[in-house]
């Protein structure tokens, strides 16, 4: 569940959305604001509810100035657009997806005493905000909240072993600072989905490639994480899905060299983001500096003088989330 101010103060919000039902994926599907009204809420004592898929109710709160809402923003709440959802969804990889089900409701309004969007193991619940949403942010949203589906079906709570290697891996051992109740940021579960939003969440979800909690790393930065999450859903790895789709020469390469770098089977409005040189023991030991030379390629600049002779790799990120490693062969 992402925190009520980073929704209702007004950093999130969007367009009504009405929209026939969506089946965004195999598993997903979307329940629009029109819907939600129809067969999922309910009047009692002159007060409106919403039913969740377990059966419980929550009363929708209808007027921008209840009491529990902090911020009234410009006046009136904005639900989530399902043209927005849908996109934030198919910026995720497919795999991802694949063997995930709940539905998506796209509320018309906070619900009280939980205000912001939130996950179970049912549905997805999209808050309105009190400001319009961008598409960034419902694609950070959207891909926060699957992020949440993802842990409940690959890795639920029961699984101690697993999450000890994950707080390991993470760096957040500490149960006195890193439990369930703690300040949000500071909860496992949200850490996880913040994890998930930033490796697979594609470029508008992902952002500045660091999560809600400023202490902890980018998930890109912890060895073997990315590969974690990929083993538990049956993915392929990063290496696997995109290294054959680049070129490398001349390799192997002088100290000195140009690398020409070159993908022409990537999609043509990918960019290059990221390059790094790593050792054999997957430690970062230069940045090549590289510029574009035509679509699709790529000229690195080596400047490796002080790399001595041996077997290194290549790290490719690009701005829609795909990672490869490429082995770097080098003569001194």
């Known amino acids: 569940m992402l925190l009520w101010t980073l929704l209702i103060v007004g950093l999130l919000g969007g367009g009504l959305g009405l929209a026939r039902p969506s089946q965004a994926s195999t598993g997903i599907q979307i329940v629009p604001l029109e819907d939600v009204l129809a067969q999922h809420s309910e009047r009692m004592d002159g007060e409106l509810y919403f039913r969740h898929p377990d059966g419980s109710r929550a009363r929708f709160l209808t007027n921008v100035q209840d009491p529990e809402i902090p911020n009234s923003g410009d006046g009136q709440f904005h639900p989530v657009s399902v043209r927005d ?7 995720l990889p497919p795999a991802v997806l694949r063997d995930l089900e709940c539905s998506i409701f796209i509320l018309p309004y906070p ?3 939980l205000l912001s969007s939130s996950a179970d193991g049912r549905g997805i619940y999209l808050s309105p905000g009190v400001r319009e949403y961008s598409r960034a942010q419902v694609s950070f949203l959207v891909a926060h909240e699957v992020g949440h589906v993802f842990q409940r079906h690959y890795f639920p709570q029961s699984d101690r072993q697993g999450w000890s290697s994950y707080r390991q891996m993470r760096g ?3 149960t006195t600072v890193y439990r369930d109740g ?5 909860q496992p579960r949200e850490i996880f989905a913040e994890d998930f939003r930033v490796l697979f969440g594609g470029s508008l979800a992902r952002g500045s490639g660091r999560v809600e909690n400023q202490e902890l790393c980018s998930p890109f930065e912890v ?14 790895s990063a290496a696997e899905a995109t290294a054959d789709l680049w070129g490398l020469s001349p390799n192997p390469s002088g100290p000195r060299s140009l690398l020409t770098l070159a993908a022409p089977s990537l999609a043509s409005s990918s960019e290059l983001v990221d390059v790094a040189i790593m050792d054999v023991n997957g430690r970062k030991i230069l940045e090549p500096r590289f510029h574009a030379e035509g679509e699709r390629s790529w000229i690195l600049e080596l400047g490796a003088e002080s790399i001595g002779r041996g077997v290194f790799f290549l790290r490719i990120r690009t701005d829609d989330g795909q990672v490869a490693t490429l082995p770097l062969r080098r003569f001194g």
Request: net charge negative; glycine share 12%.
């Open 85 to 91: 959802v849908e996109d934030a969804l198919a910026g």
């Open 111 to 113: 619900r009280s005493g």
């Open 172 to 174: 957040i051992e500490d």
């Open 182 to 186: 703690a300040p949000h940021a500071y």
């Open 223 to 236: 060895p073997g994480l990315e590969s974690l999450f990929r083993e538990m859903a049956g993915m392929p």
